[in-house]
Every structure is written in C-alpha cells, then in structure tokens.
C-alpha cells in the first residue's frame, strides 16, 4: 500500500539555508554588514569636517517662492514607515535584500563623494530638520549639520527601497513616499532643489552598481 503522505518539499535555492551554505553569499553579506558598520563609524568625523569649512550658497528659484515650515515629524514618519515596511518584505528574501544593502553602502559612499566634492552653505530660510534617531547616533554634534547637501539621502534612501522590492504596486508606494519626502526637504529649506533631483539618479547608479557585485 503505498504512502499518502506529502513528502517535504526541499528549501528554495534563494532560501537562507541555501544559500547561507554558499561561501560566496556569505562573504558578501557579511563584508557589507562589516563595511556598513565601518561606515557608520567613520560618519560623525566626516560630517564635523563639512561642517566647518566654508561652502558656497547657490540661487535656487524654487526656494524662493517656497515658504520654509518645520515638517520634520512628518518626513521622519514617512522614512521610517517606508523603511519598515521594506525591510518586512526583504527579510525573508536574502538575494534582494544583499542586493539592497550592497546599493545602500554605495549610496553613501557615492554622497560622501559628492558632498566632499561639493562644499555648500545651506539655502537660505533653512528650517533644520530633527530625526530622533540619527541626530542621536551619527550627527551628534555641538553644531547642527546643515551642509550635508548635495546629494538628499533621504530621498534616495526611499527610492532606492522602491528599486528594492518587487511587487509593483509597494514599489509604486514607496516611489511616492520618495516624492513626498523630497517635497517636504524642500518645504522645510533643508536642500537645494538640485539636491533632490539628483537623489533618484544616484539611488538607481547604486542599485545597477550593487546587482552586479551580487550577480557577479
């Protein structure tokens, strides 16, 4: 009489047990972790120095037509629900989410880049900008930063989480949540115009960037 039971089906192969027994994902998942850890070490020093030397203001007639408001609660609010939201669907997926976070240690390296190529003053109105979290952990300073401009990591951060995932409709979500936060940057004078339209080129350089070290 033969068995009417189910056999187990065996794990996905782009399941964490798969390929957490892959030495080449774990070298990778791991040197990223290391790398964002490093990252994020080395943020405060590289933030205090931007701040201290002196920037160039640039005109921005968008700005200047734009009333400058504290909105502060509201961007953090959409970041953070964007960011959760992300993170639940990556989680359980681990070639998207090493891809994710390859992209996102390129973004920053790539603002880093810029911002240290591109020494601005804030624009003027500026309305500053209070995240409870990351004013606490990486921009505790004395002096408020306020030259971290060009490019906005917010906004790309947002958008790069929308190349992330996959279902259309999160990804269209998530797309809109990136131009909100980049109109509300805006509103409260915390980045040029510039700064938030080439946050989406970045974010998209990153992601191409990140896929081919994880498909290598």
């Known amino acids: 009489m033969t068995s009417s039971a189910v056999p187990s089906s065996p794990a996905s192969p782009s399941s964490w047990p798969q390929l957490w027994r892959q030495p080449a994902f774990r070298w990778r998942l791991l040197g990223i972790l290391a790398a964002l850890l490093a990252l994020g070490a080395s943020i405060p020093r590289f933030f205090a120095f931007i701040q201290a030397r002196p920037g160039v203001r640039l005109p921005d007639p968008l700005l200047a037509v734009l009333p400058a408001h ?8 959409v970041i953070y629900v964007s960011v959760a939201v ?10 998207r989410l090493l891809r994710a976070l390859w992209a996102y240690g390129l973004l920053h390296l790539l ?4 911002l240290w190529l591109l020494p601005l003053e804030p624009p003027t109105g500026l309305v500053l900008l209070h ?6 952990l ?3 300073s004395a002096t408020p930063i306020t030259k971290d401009l060009f490019f906005s990591g917010h906004t790309a951060t947002v958008v790069l989480l929308a190349l992330a995932v996959g ?9 809109l949540a990136a131009a909100l936060i980049g109109l509300l940057v805006l509103v409260q004078h915390a980045h040029y115009s510039y700064d938030v339209a080439a946050a989406p080129l ?14 290598r």
């Open 70 to 77: 504290d909105v502060s609660w509201l961007t953090f609010g």
């Open 86 to 95: 992300a993170v639940v669907y990556l989680l359980p997926r681990p070639l």
């Open 111 to 114: 603002r880093l880049l810029t």
């Open 131 to 136: 995240d409870p979290l990351v004013d606490q």
């Open 138 to 140: 990486f921009y505790a």
């Open 167 to 175: 279902p259309r409709l999160l990804r269209r979500g998530l797309l």
């Open 202 to 215: 970045f974010a998209g350089l990153s992601f191409w960037l990140a896929g081919r070290i994880v498909r």
